[in-house]
């Protein structure tokens, strides 16, 4: 057989004219032996990356991969492409499964989509010793790091690949890793030899948009009715009830929508997702759960009715609006109450003090995008360590959001919380500033502090206000016990010494901030 050129495979079987961005490079270099990292945004293409090696190169191409529902659509797809493929899973009969070990042992495919449990087993090792192997595609390969925000242990455990199949090349594929994770993916994955390639994460045709939350459902009805009523997306909710309650709203409105959460049998939730993926109009109201690997080109937007875990899964989750490349909108409603309620999640989970962290980090990093008064794209962008210029594409590139000097009153607020010995949260000292005459206050003597009562031109929600900004901007945290005290930061101690100056975002109606602090 003559040795297939990457470039027929794509236009005969894919029925693509070229490769896009990087996917030629990264084809030809792992097709010539040579293993790599692959960060490129969802919907980039990353799939045709490790395909058209394992069909170029002799041997089987194993591709590890977590979900099952994800390899079924893949494995179809390539058999109607005329391409042997199959994939061994916990849901297989054990005749299934021995049937394609017998496909396997007799080299009869050229791609098997295994999770990585079953990569794991002794058994399955052994049996790949026998083979004659062209590639181990790992893709999600986030899941590898503990510095990424999905680690799996199991996919540490991948580092085997690298010892017993030395000589067989490997590319990990992920949307989503920012530089730690990176490195640590790169080094427990064996790649320090291979290339890595990271392709713009700019997704130009969504607009970005982030606002607080006041009046959920109305705000959101808006959104909808002014950008998309003839349109498909995404509503992301925190918890399982408030898909339920959301999704019979909108359906009670007269919307084609659908919920979507692990609580539901698996029979609807795959019902709802075909229907989804079917339909023109519809709304899927959704879990987290919701999303990996969904391919749907004309979702034209995403809405969070609560912050995301962090901005990696922002990113990813807006980033299944618009893979057509068609304008596509993401809006994102927020209150503190949101960052306090994961945070209690951060720290109630059986995650390392390490893990946690990390954690706590990057949801900082997320409630400063909220709070930012420059470019939203470029506070993403920067965030994985790309760039772009104010994109004209955002809310507050459209409406500069007013700001004002806030450093005298920045200077209060963190000498505050210094001058009472940093144990304390935000409402205890809002009510230090503003001179609150409580037993509490009486009790810890903070009545005769220096801080005490030099707030009183402001209003408590004003003072909360402010407080969320410094935590956005990372100048107080939370303290690591919890229970919401706030700690003065390296960055807000170096404030306060070097007395610079820090603007703040005007927010122009009080009465809007006190409303974010109710849920709906
Ligand atoms: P990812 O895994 O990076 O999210 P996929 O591999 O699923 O992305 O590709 C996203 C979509 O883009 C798929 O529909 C795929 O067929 C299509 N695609 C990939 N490469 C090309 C290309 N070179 N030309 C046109 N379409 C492509
Ligand atoms: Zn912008």
């Given at each position: ?160 690949l690298a010892e017993r ?182 720290d109630s989970s059986d ?71 940093e144990r304390f949260g ?95």
């Amino acid at each position: 057989m003559t040795p297939r050129q990457p470039l027929s495979i794509l236009k005969d079987l894919y029925g693509y004219d070229s490769f896009r961005g990087s996917q030629a490079e990264i084809i030809d270099h792992v097709i010539d032996g040579g293993s790599a990292f692959v960060l490129m945004p969802t919907g980039g293409g990353k799939s045709l990356c490790y395909q058209i090696p394992a069909l170029c190169r002799d041997g089987l191409t194993v591709v590890v991969s977590p979900l099952i529902a994800l390899m079924q659509d893949q494995i179809s797809a390539l058999e109607q492409m005329n391409i042997k493929a199959a994939t061994i899973n916990s849901s297989m009969s054990s005749e299934q499964v021995s049937n394609t070990y017998r496909q396997i042992q007799a080299g009869a495919l050229n791609m098997l989509y295994v999770a990585p449990e079953r990569l794991l087993m002794p058994e399955f090792l052994r049996l790949l010793d026998k083979c004659d192997l062209a590639l181990f595609a790992i893709d999600e390969a986030h899941c590898v790091s503990q510095w990424g925000h999905d680690f799996r242990p199991d996919y540490a455990a991948l580092s085997v690949l690298a010892e017993r199949f030395a000589h067989v090349p490997r590319i990990a594929l992920t949307a989503t890793a920012d530089a730690p994770t990176r490195k640590d993916i790169v080094e427990r994955l064996g790649l320090e030899n291979g290339r890595t390639f990271v392709s713009g994460f700019d997704r130009p045709n969504i607009h970005y948009t982030i606002a607080l939350r006041s009046s959920p459902r109305q705000q959101v009805w808006k959104f909808i009715q002014e950008n998309h009523a003839n349109d498909s997306g995404i509503i992301y909710c925190i918890s399982r009830k408030k898909v339920d309650e959301i999704a019979a709203w909108l359906s009670q409105q007269g919307v084609n929508a659908r919920p979507y959460h692990a609580g539901l049998s698996a029979d609807v939730r795959a019902e709802n997702q075909r229907e989804f993926l079917r339909g023109e109009q519809i709304i899927m109201v959704a879990t987290i759960a919701f999303g990996m690997g969904i391919d749907k080109p004309d979702v034209r937007f995403v809405v969070h009715m609560n912050i995301p875990k962090n901005i990696e899964a922002y990113y990813q989750e807006t980033g299944r609006a618009g893979r057509d490349g068609l304008p596509s909108n993401a809006l994102m409603l927020y209150a503190m109450e949101d960052a306090a309620m994961q945070r209690q999640w951060i720290d109630s989970s059986d995650a390392s003090d390490e893990q946690s962290r990390i954690q706590h980090k990057k949801l900082n990093a997320l409630l400063g995008l909220c709070e930012t008064a420059t470019c939203r794209r470029q506070a993403l962008l920067n965030y994985f360590d790309d760039s772009c210029e104010p994109c004209g594409n955002c809310d507050t590139c459209e409406k500069p959001p007013k700001t004002f000097d806030a450093t005298v009153l920045a200077q209060k607020a963190i000498s505050c919380a210094y001058r009472t010995g940093e144990r304390f949260g935000v409402s205890y000292l809002t009510d230090v500033l503003v001179g609150a005459k409580n037993d509490k206050i009486r009790k810890f003597g903070h009545d005769q502090v220096s801080t005490y009562g030099i707030g009183k031109d402001l209003s408590k929600s004003e003072w909360q206000n402010i407080f969320r900004q410094l935590v956005s901007m990372n100048f107080l945290a939370p303290n690591a016990e919890g229970y919401g005290s706030l700690e003065i930061t390296h960055t807000g101690r170096s404030f306060l010494k070097e007395k610079s100056t820090l603007s703040m975002r005007e927010y122009v109606k009080t009465s809007e901030i006190e409303r974010t602090q109710r849920s709906d």
